[in-house]
């Protein structure tokens, strides 16, 4: 009797959604390959942050990871492969350099907080995921890096991101030497907001993004995307666009209801307007 060939067995998602409360946790499901940002967890990121951008109930979002990295970069063997195409792989790699930055912006431009949980290494386009968002929770035996520089391929794209958020002198420094960072020296300079026991960085994050929940929905979109707008401005361009804003959030409903539950000593009743 001729032996069944069995049905492969299904492949779990690469990238994994929960809810909690009113929190989307999006967690990177790649363990073996390190969580490594490939063509299809890039499109898998970006098409979760477009859903949750246009659903109310969500009010802020985690990103987490499974196994003990947190990211390692792009994936290196799927990037590899295209040396084999006609152009060497250009097109490929224009595509996927393409599609990286626009999830980046993506996240930057989700009109509410993003906090990145950071359990494990993050390294290369990694580092850049945790920089791209709002805020970020990492574990104690965390450690960031952009080691591109040794493998001949300088961390050009996770440069924009990176020097956005750390000084110069220090981006300049993890971009040209490639050496890790742990967890303490990434807070010292800026790049995640506060270091906690390894295993509870998810938590952590969770609690952080629920605190800013609580939150006007509308107050915090405003508020973030005028973060963003001014930061690439001149001082005096910055203030009179942030007078604008100012001025507009003013007009708000919950600018009013705020203000007059301040004055009431009073909690207020948000209506995301």
């Not at 390692?72 to 097109?91: I, N, Q, V, Y």
């Not at 002198?169 to 907001?193: C, D, F, S, V, Y």
């Amino acid at each position: 009797m001729p032996v069944q060939a069995r049905a492969p067995s299904p492949q779990p998602p690469i990238l994994l959604r929960e809810t909690v409360g009113p929190i989307a946790v999006l967690t990177l499901n790649r363990p073996a390959a390190r969580n490594s940002l490939s063509e299809a967890m890039i499109a898998s990121l970006h098409a979760e942050l477009n859903e949750i951008g246009d659903d109310k109930a969500v009010r802020g979002v985690v990103i987490a990871a499974n196994g003990p990295a947190f990211s390692a970069g792009h994936d290196m063997k799927e990037l590899t492969a295209r040396r084999a195409d006609p152009d060497r792989g250009r097109a490929f790699f224009a595509e996927m350099m393409t599609a990286c930055s626009a999830m980046m912006q993506a996240i930057v431009h989700l009109p509410k907080p993003v906090v990145a949980a950071v359990q494990g290494i993050a390294t290369a386009a990694g580092c850049q995921l945790v920089a791209s968002c709002d805020l970020a929770i990492a574990s104690d035996a965390a450690s960031f890096a952009t080691p591109g520089v040794d493998i001949g391929l300088f961390c050009s794209t996770p440069m924009v991101a990176l020097s956005r958020n750390v000084p110069r002198k220090q981006a300049m420094e993890m971009l040209l030497t490639g050496e890790p960072i742990p967890a303490a020296r990434a807070r010292e300079i800026g790049l995640i907001n506060r270091v906690v026991a390894a295993g509870t960085e998810r938590d952590a994050a969770l609690a952080l993004a629920e605190q800013v929940a609580l939150k006007s929905a509308y107050t915090v979109k405003l508020g973030k995307e005028a973060f963003y707008r001014q930061a690439e401005m001149s001082l005096a361009e910055a203030y009179r666009y942030a007078a604008e804003v100012m001025t507009e959030n003013m007009m708000a409903r919950d600018a009013e209801e705020g203000i007059g539950a301040f004055i009431e000593k009073r909690t207020p009743t948000w209506r995301g307007e």
